[in-house]
T-cell receptor, first 112, second 112 residues
Framework: DAKTTQPNSMESNEEEPVHLPCNHSTISGTDYIHWYRQLPSQGPEYVIHGLTSNVNNRMASLAIAEDRKSSTLILHRATLRDAAVYYCILREGNNAGNMLTFGGGTRLMVKP | DADVTQTPRNRITKTGKRIMLECSQTKGHDRMYWYRQDPGLGLRLIYYSFDVKDINKGEISDGYSVSRQAQAKFSLSLESAIPNQTALYFC???????????FGSGTRLTVV
């Protein structure tokens, strides 16, 4: 499986934008980039996913590098509720049987 | 009601006991999964099922078994619990494309 590399932790101030990086230099052409987050004492929660183009939804934006070897999850205005562990995951798209494989993620701390 | 419900939320059991963790979903999804999370680590896949007649082993299936009783129900059993199975267990569902998993709130299992 293609691997991802994320910083162990990041800090942000409340109401400021947050850019969470993810490196995936061995990504294949059919790998989708998924982001999940896990709030304290909860199960992971789907955030966003993309293949080649940048994606936006109500939770976040996903910026994908042109060579697809890295991506950035953007929270436009961090709130205290956004403090969580954020997982960047590659999922092979052609084989519908491929599962999500979680790494260590980035622990985001949001300061008031 | 939650889309994915896990019971019990917390359980303490003794070494050697048989225990069942239950999961039910109202998403109408065919695919269901069981993951395990150890402190400070990401999630690891135990078993998954693509429909009622389909059961597959994941990364760490030894010591576990599952039953898919219906489209909406997927149970995880520990036939003879051991202390290193102490962990947080999550059930999840996804549609056929697998691009948006929905997780339950987890079962915290302690084996003493």
């Amino acid at each position: 499986d293609a691997k991802t590399t994320q910083p162990n932790s990041m800090e942000s101030n409340e109401e400021e934008p947050v850019h969470l990086p993810c490196n995936h230099s061995t990504i294949s052409g059919t790998d989708y980039i998924h982001w999940y987050r896990q709030l304290p004492s909860q199960g992971p929660e789907y955030v966003i996913h993309g293949l080649t183009s940048n994606v936006n939804n109500r939770m976040a934006s996903l910026a994908i590098a042109e060579d697809r070897k890295s991506s950035t999850l953007i929270l436009h205005r961090a709130t205290l509720r956004d403090a969580a562990v954020y997982y960047c995951i590659l999922r092979e798209g052609n084989n519908a049987g491929n599962m999500l494989t979680f790494g260590g993620g980035t622990r985001l701390m949001v300061k008031p | 009601d939650a889309d994915v419900t896990q019971t019990p939320r917390n359980r303490i059991t003794k070494t050697g006991k048989r225990i069942m963790l239950e999961c039910s979903q109202t998403k109408g999804h065919d695919r269901m999964y069981w993951y395990r999370q150890d402190p400070g680590l990401g999630l690891r896949l135990i078993y998954y099922s693509f429909d009622v007649k389909d059961i597959n082993k994941g990364e760490i299936s030894d010591g576990y078994s599952v039953s898919r009783q219906a489209q909406a129900k997927f149970s995880l059993s520990l036939e003879s619990a051991i202390p290193n199975q102490t962990a947080l267990y999550f059930c999840a569902t996804s549609d056929w494309g697998g691009h948006g998993y929905t997780f339950g709130s987890g079962t915290r299992l302690t084996v003493v």
